[in-house]
């Protein structure tokens, strides 16, 4: 039968605090891909959806757009969707026009595994299970719903998920629009109050889903995050940006269209080590999934000197169009000058006095004297290279111990698109032999001030990574490069890390780079 799918993603997602700070909940992602996609892909192919935008709408439609090109959406724009007077009907019915025909009701927190029935006839989800204080629920005679409760009923039969199928849609919308007219001014108006006059005149039917999944708050799409996640698929959360594997394809949102967009560019200098960018939009960028095997999961001394060779042949490529001058001074203020903001932003957010302490048995002096040892000049005295930026193992995709593909790649080096530094690339390599995803993931750190002040931080890793360290810095060596240099570069990456992580990695981080840069500075233990 004919019927479209309506999906309201006006809200702003109030519940979900940071994480819809920069973009819309229906784009944050659970498992390998954002919520939308989960509720997308439970759909036939050649379903019809109707998207309500309003918060971050321009986010919603471009990725819809770029994810599923040969599916077919029309965008309703609600033009109240925050404050008095709005609510999930009054955005509902901002579609209403588009939808003169039985349609779904898919509310945009909510996934289920479930295959759903289409409108040929009126239905309601409902999930069997424990959270009425929190939910809207209901009762059946048989399989008919004859009355809905508001939060707090102590023994519903059902819970209301937010999805509903609708065959006569004319009396439905006839009751959206009288209950708009009576509530004018209630912004919790949902489909619910339309459903509790419906069924006076209208049999709706249950239809139980066994799965369901609600992303409405924090604690949920934790929930939800941990039930769809995927060890082969995996990325380090952040709010102003994410990745989603979606139907063969890598699809990366940034926050900053910037960002994107010279992120896009940089693919001209990096040719062939990255991957083909095939679509784009000002926030998202696509590419086709890179078949292989995470350089991260299977690196050791067998096939690392592979890898290093590969590098030095594919990556690092002299740039002549940039003064050597201008490139040493761009250097510098990124060494030099981001070290210093960021130093000061994680002592101003963490409320951390920059002194002399004791950590892992050495006196060492505050971070600002410290900084007075470091030759930044020297540091930033290199030739301008084609650069990576992100330059890590869990970047990097083998497809056989001769090729590579890099992906999440650096939109810049100090403001720079073609050149960058080769050290930063060396030192972030270094960096992350001794601190990787798994180690974050794990906790596989420690962090400690006992009651005398008394430091102590240490980190737990693979062997394998102790011995491909050992060998990177000795095969860099080889090649002419200045493995003091990384090594203090490695030091104040963990410095510069400090303040975008959360705790107590971030603590961590701050005195473990701060005991690094200390051990550099006065050649301690540097036999490698």
């Known amino acids: 039968m004919e019927f479209k799918v309506l999906i309201t993603t006006s809200g702003i997602g109030s519940r979900l605090g940071e994480f819809t700070k920069y973009t ?8 390998k891909k954002p919520v939308i996609s989960h509720i997308i892909e439970g759909y036939p192919v050649e379903t019809i959806f109707v998207i309500t935008t309003g918060y971050f709408g321009e986010q919603v439609k471009n990725y819809l757009e770029l994810a599923y090109p040969t599916r077919s959406f029309e965008f309703v724009e609600v033009d109240n969707f925050q404050g008095e007077g709005s609510s999930l009907l009054y955005s509902m019915t901002c579609a209403k026009d588009k939808l003169q025909l039985p349609f779904i009701f898919h509310a945009s927190d909510t996934i289920v595994q479930d295959t759903l029935p289409t409108p040929n006839y009126n239905w309601n989800a409902g999930f069997a299970g424990s959270g009425s204080s929190h939910y809207t629920s209901f009762d059946v005679s048989g399989r008919n719903v004859n009355v809905f409760f508001e939060k707090g ?4 039969d059902y819970l209301h998920i937010g999805i509903v199928g609708i065959n006569n849609y004319r009396l439905f919308w006839e009751l959206a629009d009288t209950t708009l007219k009576e509530n004018n001014f209630n912004n919790s108006l949902s489909d619910v109050d339309v459903l509790k006059r419906f069924i006076k005149s209208e049999s ?5 889903c066994k799965t369901w999944f609600d992303i409405g708050n924090v604690e949920k799409i934790k929930e939800a995050k941990s039930y769809f996640s995927d060890a082969k698929f995996h990325v380090l959360d952040k709010v102003t940006e994410s990745i989603f594997n979606v139907e063969g394809n890598i699809i990366k949102f940034f926050f900053d269209d910037i960002i994107c967009q010279n992120r896009i560019k940089r693919t001209a200098y990096l040719k062939d080590a990255v991957p083909t960018i ?11 999934y890179v078949e292989g095997e995470l350089f991260a999961n299977i690196a050791n001394l067998s096939n690392f000197n592979f890898f290093l060779e590969w590098a030095f042949e594919n990556l690092w490529k002299q740039v002549g169009s940039m003064n050597k001058e201008t ?6 203020e990124f060494y030099y000058i981001k070290t210093l903001k960021r130093i000061s932003d994680f002592q101003k957010s963490r409320g951390v006095q920059d002194k002399e302490e004791e950590i892992n048995g050495f006196i060492i002096p505050s971070i600002k004297d410290l900084l007075k040892s470091v030759d930044f000049i ?4 290199n030739s301008p290279k084609t650069f990576h930026g992100d330059f890590i193992l869990d970047n990097i995709i083998s497809q056989n111990k001769f090729q590579y593909k890099l992906i999440d790649w650096r939109q810049d080096f100090g403001g720079e698109i073609e050149a960058g530094d080769q050290y930063y690339d060396l030192a972030k390599l270094a960096h992350n032999l001794v601190v990787n995803h798994e180690i974050i993931d794990n906790d596989n750190f420690t962090f400690n001030i006992n009651q005398n002040n008394i430091i102590t931080v240490n980190i737990h890793r693979h062997q394998t990574l102790v011995e491909c360290e050992f060998f990177y810095l000795r095969y860099i060596q080889k090649r002419g490069i200045d493995v003091k240099k990384v090594k203090l570069l490695r030091a104040l990456i963990w410095l510069n890390m400090s303040p975008l992580h959360h705790h107590p990695f971030d603590l961590f981080l701050y005195y473990f780079g701060k005991y690094n840069l200390y051990k550099e ?3 301690i233990n540097n036999d490698f």
């Open 24 to 31: 819309n909940k229906t784009l944050l992602r659970v498992g």
């Open 153 to 156: 009923n102590i023994s519903p």
């Open 204 to 208: 709706v039917l249950l239809n139980e």
């Open 278 to 288: 095939t679509d784009s939009r000002p926030n998202f960028y696509k590419y086709p």
């Open 327 to 332: 490139f040493e001074k761009v250097s510098h």
């Open 378 to 381: 020297k540091l930033s005295q």
């Open 521 to 523: 500075i006065n050649n």
